[in-house]
Every structure is written in structure tokens, then in C-alpha cells.
């Protein structure tokens, strides 16, 4: 990470860092917790039968076990024309394992998707859309392995650089006699 910071980004983009998105500035050189190393140690091959475009595509979560594929289309068909919806199932079961992801058709719908639904409840669920990172993102951990995006303050294992969680710009402090970054 270099010490130039005229040029921030909040989220995530391009390659996806372990170690990076686990540091809330990006400044971190070592990994903090277990999960980290986990991270940087699996391998993870994305799933090549995923179709669709990835920068049309929406990640959501934290939805409510009983909400349906029809109810998720239905809320996010009013940003625009849905060319796909997937509700995410185990194959065991067949229960709702809570997360959905939905293409449209314009990257328009996808910027009034994220920013009106992210938050926002269905079927008494508080969910978050986020931006799909698998393809999106080369080197892309899932949270099962230590990497992903969010997570919760209790677990000691926050994941930044989302629109849940994004990148705080880095404070710089000049040693004696070094000038800063805005003294060129």
C-alpha cells in the first residue's frame, strides 16, 4: 500500500485482498485473525455454470427463510427488468439458505437497486444488496472460507470494502522532517 492517498477508493474493486478487506483502511500488512489466514490459504474456484452479466448483477442477503423467489423479483422489478432471479437453496433440503442473486437488464437498475433496497425489509427481514463480488472480483474469498464482505461487530471478523462496510480513507501522519502528502 503506498502512502499516496489523493487517489481512494471506498469499495472494493478489481482484485479482491484478504488482507486488504480486512483492514478498515486497507493499511494492514499482516492478518489479524484466524479467518484472514483461512482466507489466504483456500482455494476457491468460481462457478463457471453462473450466467448472466456480473456487473448487472445484485448480491441479497440476510433475507427471511420464507421469502420466495416471486416476492424477491417482485420487490426489485420496480428498478427495472429483471432478466434473472435466483433464490440460493441446499440441495439436501431444498430450505432457503437466505441470500438471492437477481440480474437486470441495465446498469441503471442496478445503481436505483442498491441505493433504495439496501436496508430495506422484506417479509420482516432487514436484508443488504451489495454489488455480486464472485465474478466481479479476481481472487474472491466466500465468507465460508474467511473472506466475503460485512460480518457483525461480536465476531471480531468485520470485512470491509462493501457498501456495508466501505473503505475509510487512511489517516496519514508525516514523521519529523517528512513531508506529507499534500506538500508536493
Not at 442473486?101 to 441503471?108: K, N, V
Not at 457483525?152 to 475509510?168: A, D, H, M, N, Y
Request: hydrophobic residues 30%; aromatic residues 10%.
Amino acid at each position: 500500500m503506498s502512502r499516496n492517498t489523493s487517489h481512494f477508493e471506498k469499495y472494493a474493486i478489481g482484485i479482491y485482498n484478504p488482507i486488504e478487506v480486512g483492514s478498515i483502511d486497507r493499511t494492514d500488512t499482516e492478518p489479524h485473525d484466524r479467518a484472514i489466514i483461512r482466507a489466504i490459504l483456500s482455494e476457491y474456484i468460481p462457478n463457471k455454470m453462473v450466467k448472466g452479466d456480473p456487473e448487472y448483477t445484485i448480491f441479497i442477503a440476510r433475507l427471511n427463510p420464507r421469502t420466495t423467489q416471486d416476492t424477491i423479483e417482485t420487490e426489485f422489478s420496480k428498478f427495472g427488468k429483471v432478466k434473472r432471479c435466483r433464490l440460493v437453496k441446499d440441495i439436501v433440503t431444498g430450505k432457503s439458505k437466505k441470500y438471492a442473486f437477481l440480474e437486470y437488464e441495465s446498469g441503471h437498475s442496478v445503481e436505483k437497486a442498491l441505493k433504495e433496497m439496501h436496508h430495506e425489509y422484506i417479509d420482516g427481514a432487514e436484508i443488504i444488496v451489495e454489488r455480486e463480488a464472485e465474478r466481479r472480483l479476481q481472487g474472491w474469498k466466500p465468507r465460508r472460507l474467511g473472506g466475503g464482505f460485512g460480518g457483525r461487530r461480536e465476531s471480531g471478523q468485520l470485512r470491509f470494502g462493501c457498501i456495508e462496510r466501505p473503505f475509510r480513507k487512511p489517516y496519514y501522519v508525516a514523521a519529523k522532517n517528512e513531508p506529507g502528502p499534500s506538500s508536493h
